[in-house]
Antibody
Framework: QVQLQESGPGLVESSQTLSLTCTVS??????????WAWIRQFPGKGLEWIGY???????FYNPSLESRAALSIDTSKSQFSLMLSSLTAADTAIYYC?????????????WGQGILVTVSS | QSVLTQPPSVSGAPGQRVTISCTGS?????????VHWYQQRPGTAPKLLIY???IRPSGVPDRFSGSRSGASASLAISGLQAEDEAFYYC????????????FGTGTEVIVL
């Protein structure tokens, strides 16, 4: 059973770049069964899909974030990462990593527990 | 930036049936994309509840059911229980965003 765990800073300064990592356990990150996705949830509880990366390194971004987001993957460490640049207070959110089913329906399952990131001015 | 609209809250007494609507558009649900539903209890990550419009993952009670018609979808909870009190989100995709994932605004289910 695949499990995911986010890690990274909980507080980042405005205009800086956020770097988060998700560690995959319980199955191979290279199985091909999943795209590896990031989603964030704002303080008002709204959810936003950020994008995903495949185990081969192919990426797909939400166009609204494409200019600031970058996804990468390190299969040797069973980790994938999100970098988000030019942060503002509006980027304050809980960031989740998740497995996005790759064969057909793209459902998001499982999810990590999430990490709260606060952008300070 | 949610493009799928849900009612802010629905409520019902234990044992009753409640439904949550998820209204999209021609570029989202109306384009034929699958709809998934997630349950989120306080302080926890969203959990997959229904996928591909009406399929329950293993372990999800059959009290939960989903449907899709046209540009909308709905989630029904029958035999409402206290443990069903949570937020529920629908999710689909948007052809205007190159098939990026999009979420509903979220609905709080209140068990009276």
């Amino acid at each position: 059973q695949v499990q995911l765990q986010e890690s990274g800073p909980g507080l980042v300064e405005s205009s800086q770049t956020l770097s988060l990592t998700c560690t995959v356990s319980g199955d191979s990150i290279s199985s091909g069964a999943f795209y590896w996705a990031w989603i964030r949830q704002f303080p008002g509880k709204g959810l936003e899909w950020i994008g995903y990366i495949s185990f081969t390194g192919d990426t797909f971004y939400n166009p609204s974030l494409e200019s600031r987001a970058a996804l990468s993957i390190d299969t040797s460490k069973s980790q994938f990462s999100l970098m988000l640049s030019s942060l503002t207070a509006a980027d304050t959110a809980i960031y989740y990593c998740a497995g996005e089913e790759s064969y057909s329906d793209r459902r998001l399952d499982p999810w990590g527990q999430g990490i709260l990131v606060t952008v300070s001015s | 930036q949610s493009v799928l609209t849900q009612p802010p809250s629905v409520s019902g007494a234990p044992g009753q049936r409640v439904t949550i609507s998820c209204t999209g558009s021609r570029s989202t649900i109306g384009a034929g994309y699958d709809v998934h539903w997630y349950q989120q209890r306080p302080g926890t990550a969203p959990k997959l509840l229904i996928y591909s419009n009406n399929i329950r993952p293993s372990g999800v009670p059959d009290r939960f059911s989903g449907s899709r018609s046209g540009a909308s979808a709905s989630l029904a909870i029958s035999g409402l229980q206290a443990e069903d009190e949570a937020f529920y989100y629908c999710q689909s995709y948007d052809s205007n965003l190159s098939a990026s994932g999009v979420f509903g605004t979220g609905t709080e289910v209140i068990v009276l």
